[in-house]
C-alpha cells in the first residue's frame, strides 16, 4: 500500500527526490514519515509530515538540506534531498500512520502501521 521510488546513485553534494505514492488508504488522514537504515545500523528517523501538513519534523542530521512535504491529490509524499553526504547512503523506507501529529510519536518507528518496501540511496564519488 506503500510504493517508494526514486533511488539512486549520486555524487557528495547532489539531489534526489524520493516519492512515496499509497494506495488503498485515506491518505489524507495519515501521517507519513521517512526512515533510513544503513548496513550494520539501526533503522533511523529521518522526516515526517503530520496528518494535516501541517508539522513537519526531521532528523538533526538532515535539517536544512532535506525537505518532507505531500501531495494528497496524488497520495503521494516526497523527500527531497539536497547536499547528499557519503554518510546519507542506505535503504530509505516511507511509512504511515492513521492521525498522529505530535513529534514524540512520529519519530518512533513502531508508531507506523504500513511501510514501503524501501529504495536505495547511494551517495559516492
Known amino acids: 500500500q506503500l510504493q517508494a521510488s526514486g533511488g539512486g546513485s549520486v555524487q557528495p553534494g547532489g539531489s534526489l527526490r524520493l516519492s512515496c505514492a499509497a494506495s488503498?488508504?485515506?491518505?489524507?488522514?495519515?501521517?507519513l514519515g521517512w526512515f533510513r537504515q544503513a548496513p550494520g545500523k539501526e533503522r533511523e528517523f529521518v522526516a515526517a509530515v503530520s496528518w494535516r501538513g501541517g508539522w513537519s519534523y526531521y532528523a538533526d542530521s538532515v535539517k536544512g538540506r532535506f525537505t518532507i512535504s505531500r501531495d494528497n491529490a496524488k497520495n503521494t509524499v516526497y523527500l527531497q534531498m539536497n547536499s547528499l553526504k557519503s554518510e546519507d547512503t542506505a535503504a530509505y523506507y516511507c511509512a504511515g500512520v492513521r492521525g498522529v501529529s505530535s513529534y514524540t510519536a512520529l519519530v518512533s518507528s513502531p508508531t507506523y502501521d504500513y511501510w514501503g518496501q524501501g529504495t536505495q540511496v547511494t551517495v559516492s564519488s
Open positions: 488503498g488508504l485515506t491518505f489524507s488522514s495519515y501521517a
